[in-house]
């Protein structure tokens, strides 16, 4: 299984989705953990341009 981003699964580029599928948790989890990163240090938005 390829990682790649979804387009069923998307709110901006379909990151968080494409994560989800390739990990078998539900989107949600990604984009909370993505939160939660980007409030207690500010690396989840830099790791989400990357990604």
Do not use: P
């Amino acid at each position: 299984m390829k990682l790649a981003r979804t387009k069923s699964d998307k709110m901006l580029g379909g990151v968080c989705g494409g994560m989800g599928e390739y990990f078998k948790v539900d989107s949600v989890v990604i984009r909370l953990i993505f939160v939660a990163v980007t409030i207690l240090g500010g690396a989840g938005v830099l790791a989400y341009i990357v990604l």
